[in-house]
């Protein structure tokens, strides 16, 4: 076979070498131990939680090292591929703060010197490479149709072999130059294989950066390489990026370790050096009988990672969430460094789990309390009316009609050391907050189960409407509270009355809870003298006056 003349009856096309191309796209100039790391989603219309994972981790690798960290988007897959997919996965990457030094994020080119950096713009590059492996004998052009690739298949699934293009099955490996020619003076179409110098039962040893050592079936199928569209499929593309991109680790789920020996044999035949593969465990998720499945997008909310935006989960909390999961020593560092930017953390490989990780939306919840607790009420103020203004409009009004009154509710219980702890998310705030505007305001928890309480409530509110001044600190607040209650026969400390429940009708907490749901509608709610100074005179002494019990 004349190799040569083969490659340039399919590539007539393509002039430049690639000596020429690695020329346009040079060895980049960075410290010795610099990592040049990249996602590469595909433009399907969902950007999955697990995402953060690989991004993360690349960007930590990128970074600490003083390399460089890509976006790359994979678009050369036309039937998945989604209409505003892309600007969906910027948005959600800008959203979380991932510091892209280059690649696609402005505009189709991106910035950057190794663009572009949409697959789908790289056609010109790919067949340099795949005009390079004709005329190696290591690609040829295959025109079999689907319905022969389909009869094909079930004859292997009868026979119980391995199913694929390999074998008597590669029916176009060995077309000669001449039935080649006949072919394609004939217009018929084409796809074009890898000619895989793999052999069925053969092994590859192959060591990644988290599983360690590992051994795998070698690749024994001609893979294709570009479709009959000349558009490249990702196993040869990626190859070909990452190669010219100067990527040195490629991080990614473990699901992709099956296309591991290809990708490897890719690198290999093309005369590219590997970069370091860092496979991350599944994200798993308890089921109710104590199991573990992997996150699913078809059944868990949370697998989309809009669901944390849509909720209104601070940027820190998720990304510290990710990173706790990803090393287990990031709380401890976080617990002794409670100032410190995350980016401070010295994250390590090392520590990442080769088993799966379980998912936990308490723990999630836990770290975005703390990160909240600490914002200001100002800083509140202006994160929780961004996101009103995207997921809930209605009450972004409320928010910009008052601010100061919004703020106010927001400042309660900031600051101090035990800050208040009591939401996780912003989308929790809404309701929340609903208390505090009139015509939201509803008595939604009952009496407490005392009865003496129960009968004493309009007693109490009565009483304490004709005590009550917006002008009383907190203690002459509590005093006329207190004096109040041991007047109508209850203790003025609940231990006492624990002590001695047959000698009161109760304690000052249920005298505080009977005002508490007059005046919030709730048993539970931040401090209710701070409540009670927000929410101001007049709407406070309309809440006590009501015939609510």
Known sequence: ???????????????????????????????????????????????????????????????????????????????????????????????????????????????????????????????????????????????????????????QEAAKVTPGYWGEWATCRDLSLEEIEEKLASGMSYTLRLKSPGKPGGRIRFTDTIKGDLELDENFTDAVLLKSDGIPTYHFAHAVDDHLMRVTHVVRGEEWLSTLPLHVQLFDLLGFRRPKYVHIAHLMKRTEDGGKRKLSKRHDPEAALSFYQESGYPVEGVREYVMSVLNSNFEEWRRANPALDMKEFPFSIKKMSASGALFDLNKLDDISKNILALRSAEEMYNDLLAWAKTYDAEFASRLEQDPAYAKAYLGIGRGGEKP???????????????????????????????????????EILSRYSALYSADDDRDTWFDKIRTMGEEMGYAARPKDYKQNPDAFRGHVGDISAVLRLAVTGRKNSPDLYDVMQVLGYERVANRLNQDLF
Do not use: W
């Not at 980049?28 to 991004?55: M, Q, W």
């Open 1 to 155: 076979m004349d190799y040569k003349k083969l490659a340039s009856l399919l590539f007539s096309h393509v002039t430049e070498t690639p000596e020429e191309t690695e020329a346009r796209f040079p060895r980049r100039n960075l410290p010795e131990g610099a990592k040049v790391t990249r996602i590469a989603p595909s433009p399907t219309g969902f950007v999955h939680f697990g995402n953060l994972f690989p991004a993360l981790v690349s960007e930590r690798l990128a970074h600490q090292s003083g390399g460089i960290f890509l976006l790359r988007i994979e678009d050369t897959d036309e039937k998945r591929k989604v209409e505003g997919a892309v600007e969906l996965i910027l948005s959600a990457f800008r959203h979380y703060e991932l510091g892209f030094d280059e690649g696609a994020l402005a505009n189709e080119e991106g910035f950057g010197n190794y663009g572009p950096y949409y697959q789908s713009l790289r056609a010109h590059v790919y067949h340099v490479f795949a005009k390079q492996l004709v005329e190696q004998g290591l690609a040829y052009p295959c025109f079999c149709t689907h319905e022969e690739l389909e009869a094909s298949h079930s004859a």
């Open 420 to 458: 208040r702890k009591d939401f996780a998310r912003l989308s929790e705030l809404p309701q929340a907050m609903a208390f505090f505007y009139d015509d939201l305001y509803k008595v939604e928890d009952e009496l407490p189960e005392n009865e003496a309480v129960r009968a004493d409530a309009r």
